[in-house]
């Protein structure tokens, strides 16, 4: 409950963050904790020093900065980075392609090939560095979420639905109150917790099994192809988890219920998944094997970049698809506390 007697500003500015988006805060932070735990004695060195911060959540302390500096005039190019919106067909078919998905204006693929050459070069300087480590971290986490791969809707963003009676939209119950229900809040502590249990899952409980091929799919020298991969093992959630029966079927619905119980399993694994990866992935930051390829665009050469531009020709519910996202612009979700 905001204050009655805030100021206008005040709420206009809560209610602009509160439309953030993405994995609330309690899923970023949560993934930042689980790779806390997996990564390298020296990726902690590496990633604490880039950060200048030996605290006991320094990956997660900086795991939501991307939410907040993409609302800034400096910052609001990034907004289309937190997601690629597959044109694809769900329930029917689920497919997430680059060639066709990721636009001029970048996508969260190319962000994540941009961001992690960036965090290693030298030639930045710290301030960059630092902003690309915490975009990696950041998307990482996003581009487990179903429906930061998924155009449909706006990525769920248009179909609006209850949860525990409050209106709200699927993106929405997706990022954050299916999580925050599961865990009974969303501060530091609970993220901490829930990260403590996901590890103990990985190690030796429900996703010892399953983890061993969470690493497949990477490929050090080409992020791009691994970013991909990523998210193709996502959007096959949203054909089977997020939308199993079509929009129409949640459009309106009371989704804290059967819904819930079906979609719980899949966030926990997914939240697990990403921060497994991510403690992965910067390992390979650090022992150099993800480093500034020199001409390249997003990990790939110049040419390659240009040849498939020219070559994907949209279908025309896709442009109008692509047109309805812009013109929606990077407001996300519904009202709701901040994340
Ligand atoms: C690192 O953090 C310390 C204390 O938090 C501060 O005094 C110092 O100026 C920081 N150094 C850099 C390079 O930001
Ligand atoms: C969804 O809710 C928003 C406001 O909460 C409203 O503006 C919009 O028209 C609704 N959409 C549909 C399809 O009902
Ligand atoms: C993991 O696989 C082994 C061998 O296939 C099996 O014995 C064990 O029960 C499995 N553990 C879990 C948690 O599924
Ligand atoms: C990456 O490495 C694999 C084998 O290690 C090789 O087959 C592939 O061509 C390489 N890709 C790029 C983009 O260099
Ligand atoms: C990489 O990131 C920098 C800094 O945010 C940006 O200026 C540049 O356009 C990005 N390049 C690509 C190819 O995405
Ligand atoms: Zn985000």
């Not at 997996?38 to 795991?63: G, K, M, R």
């Not at 680059?98 to 994540?112: K, N, Q, W």
Request: charged share 20%; net charge negative; proline share 3%.
């Amino acid at each position: 409950m905001a204050p009655l007697n805030i100021t206008t500003l005040s709420l206009s500015l809560l209610a602009l963050f509160s439309r953030a988006s993405a994995w609330g805060t309690l899923g970023h932070d949560t993934v930042a904790f689980i790779a806390q735990s997996f990564i390298s004695p020296a990726t902690v060195t590496y990633t604490q020093t880039l950060l200048n911060s030996t605290s006991s959540s320094y990956l997660a302390s900086i795991a939501t900065w991307a939410d907040s500096y993409r609302y800034t005039a400096e910052g609001a190019f990034s907004a289309p980075l937190h997601y690629i919106d597959a044109l694809d067909n769900p329930p029917t078919s689920c497919d997430v392609d680059f060639d066709r998905d990721c636009p001029e204006e970048g996508c969260i693929v190319s962000a994540i090939a941009n961001y992690t050459a960036r965090m290693k070069d030298e030639a930045l300087g710290v301030d960059e560095r630092q902003k690309a480590l915490k975009w990696v971290v950041h998307f990482l986490g996003d581009i487990h979420q179903p429906l930061h791969v998924e155009n449909l809707a706006v990525g769920g963003n248009t179909i609006n639905v209850t949860f525990d009676g409050a209106a709200t939209n699927l993106h929405h119950i997706w990022d954050s109150n299916m999580a925050e229900k599961l865990i009974g809040g969303y501060s530091l502590d609970d993220a901490r917790a829930w990260a403590a249990d996901l590890v103990a899952d990985i190690k030796s409980g429900k996703y010892a099994n399953a983890s061993v091929s969470w690493l497949d799919g990477i490929k050090p020298n080409d992020s791009i192809a691994s970013a991909m991969h990523w998210a193709s093992d996502a959007n096959a959630y949203v054909c089977s988890t997020v939308l199993p029966d079509g929009q129409e079927s949640v459009e309106g619905k009371e989704l804290d219920g059967a819904y819930y119980d079906s979609a719980i399993p899949v966030i926990q694994m997914q939240i697990a998944k990403a921060g497994y990866r991510l403690a992965a992935w910067l390992d390979l930051v650090v022992t150099g094997e993800m480093g500034v390829r020199k001409g390249a665009v997003y990990g790939r050469d110049v040419e390659t970049e240009r040849v498939r531009r020219g070559k994907v020709e949209l279908q025309d519910w896709m442009v109008e698809a692509r047109r309805v996202r812009r013109a929606y612009g990077w407001n996300c979700g519904a009202e709701g506390h901040r994340h």
